[in-house]
């Protein structure tokens, strides 16, 4: 298994209330998103095949896609909604590797832009000639944006520790 965790910046580097705007079960995937289910050394991170699937699931449709970009040694890891670079290697034992990174990982389906709402229908005319606006419809899918408000800064260690636990909590 691979893990990336955020440096203790990187989440105080978020908008307040990132965090908080989202579910329990949006936060499951948040921690899901940052761990894959296979052991990744750095030599592999350079030559993986994208997107690469995590815990979190679903890499069609721009769910979850974690993309791996190297550039000579540099590892570089995009969501879509963030860039970040595998700054460090943290631990490694030959099941489970984790992989500092500069920013939190951030999936498109919690915080990439919603779909933009339909366009309300025009203007209709009654009988008598007044102007009445016809109900609007559709409305698209919510999702959560990053104006919420926790900031984990100072939390890094609980994040390591908290996403080995989860992982060996799930049988992973």
């Known amino acids: 298994m691979t893990v990336f965790a955020p440096t203790d910046n990187a989440f105080s580097s978020l908008k307040p209330g990132t965090l908080n705007s989202l579910s329990d079960?949006?936060?499951v995937a948040l921690l899901q998103f940052h761990v894959v289910p296979n052991y990744l050394t750095t030599s592999q991170l350079q030559t993986v095949?994208?997107?690469l699937r995590t815990q979190a699931g679903d890499t069609a449709s721009n769910k979850?896609?974690?993309n791996i970009i190297s550039s000579?040694?540099?590892v570089n890891v995009s969501t879509g909604v963030v860039d970040t670079t595998v700054s460090n290697s943290i631990y490694t034992d030959g099941s489970l590797a984790v992989y500092q990174v500069d920013k939190v990982l951030?999936?498109?389906s919690?915080?990439?832009s919603?779909?933009?709402?339909p366009a309300p229908e025009p203007l209709k005319k009654k009988s008598s000639g007044a102007d009445v606006a016809a109900p609007v419809t559709g409305g698209g899918s919510a999702s959560a944006d990053a104006s919420g408000a926790v900031v984990f800064g100072g939390q890094l260690h609980g994040l390591c520790v908290g996403a080995v636990a989860f992982i060996a909590m799930l049988g992973l």
């Open 49 to 51: 095949s994208n997107p």
């Open 110 to 112: 919690l915080f990439g």
């Open 25 to 27: 079960q949006q936060k």
């Open 64 to 66: 979850f896609p974690l």
């Open 114 to 117: 919603s779909a933009p709402a």
């Open 106 to 108: 951030l999936p498109m």
């Open 72 to 74: 000579g040694n540099q």
